[in-house]
């Protein structure tokens, strides 16, 4: 008996996908290091959640992809130079000082 082209196409997508494991992180534990040195994601995922997070706070349903840009940098410049800090932490200073 000769297996069916859907048999066929469903054991390929199976075994060709390797699973990836989910990964949970407590943003307010990650620190400056963990983000420029990517010890845990990219920069750019964690810069994205940071930038949900702070516009979910202030009820701003936009994005200005300008200021998220200049704002990333500038979490980026920050960090290379206060690498203990809280990311958290380190993110409210730039935005602080960004209005």
Known sequence: MKPSLHAIAAIILFTACPAQAQLTVD???????QFIT?????ARSLSIWLSG????????????VSKFR??????????LTHQ??????????????KK
């Not at 990517?38 to 990219?42: H, K, L, S, W």
């Open 53 to 64: 997070y702070f516009n979910a706070q202030q009820n701003n349903m936009t994005v200005d």
């Open 84 to 97: 203990d800090v809280a990311l958290m932490e380190a993110a409210k200073t730039v935005v602080g000082s």
């Open 27 to 33: 943003m307010s534990k990650v620190t400056c290091k």
């Open 70 to 79: 200049s704002r990333s940098s500038a979490l980026k410049e920050f960090c």
């Open 38 to 42: 990517y010890e845990i994601t990219d």
